[in-house]
């Protein structure tokens, strides 16, 4: 049997760092460190050591690299996977559903249309406006006046502006198409507002909670 001829393994649910997808993945590369080990004293031997694995996602076709400890006689639900590849940047706290769900939209075709990708996260933009109120004719004039309210620091208006501009990009053929290049670019630009208005404020609450509790238990 060739190489191309064996059977293709796949994963349990997983779940994609780049398009969000959660499913079976076809596991198309596996390097093992496992080996025998013997104990001195009572010659019992086992087997155990690392394992990498390179698996690859049916919706994006992109690629993910995971590593896990095998010891002899683990079951299945014992492996607990880390991946190593694409480096996660932590799940953004304290989020309005309402945004939350726009934010989760976009990173779902972030990896299959950038031009799409560009246009959600302007989108997530005005939705942020429209959580916090604020006023003016159009996205720029509302950005500025959460800047004016203290919403956001005016360095962030300016943030937003260049997110504005690329999610014209991607909206309009006319002005030219976004590549994989800008994605780094829109992902830090999106989050660093999305940080500063909600995952903060939200962070310093939870601070404060439990602050308060700690100081009614010394009572």
Not at 5 to 34: L, R
Not at 45 to 54: A, N, S
Not at 113 to 134: F, K, M, P, Q, T
Request: hydrophobic content about 35%; charged content about 30%; proline content about 4%.
């Amino acid at each position: 049997m060739t190489s191309s001829d064996k059977p293709k393994q796949f994963t349990g649910n997983q779940k994609c760092g780049h398009c969000g997808n959660t499913g079976p993945m076809e596991i198309v590369s596996c390097y093992s460190q496992v080996e025998e080990r013997e104990d001195d004293q009572s010659n019992f031997t086992w087997e155990c050591g690392d394992v990498y694995e390179i698996l690859l996602c049916p919706a994006c076709r992109r690629i993910i690299l995971r590593t896990y400890f095998y010891q002899e006689g683990m079951e299945g639900e014992d492996i607990a996977p880390d991946i190593l590849y694409p480096i996660s940047k932590g799940t953004l706290l304290g989020l309005p559903n309402k945004v939350e769900k726009a934010y989760t939209a976009a990173l779902k075709v972030r990896s299959i249309d950038v031009n799409a990708y560009g246009v959600l996260i302007g989108r997530v933009l005005e939705i942020v406006c429209e959580d916090r109120s604020a006023k003016g004719k159009n996205l720029n004039e509302k950005l500025k006046d959460l800047s004016d309210k203290g919403e956001i620091p005016i360095k962030l208006v300016d943030v937003a502006a260049s997110l504005r501009q690329l999610r014209n990009v991607g909206a309009h053929a006319t002005l030219g198409e976004l590549t994989e290049k800008e994605i780094p670019l829109l992902d830090d630009l999106c989050r660093a507002i999305l940080e500063y208005v909600y995952s903060a404020p939200y962070l310093v609450q939870k601070a404060e909670e439990r602050l308060s509790q700690l100081k009614e238990n010394k009572k």
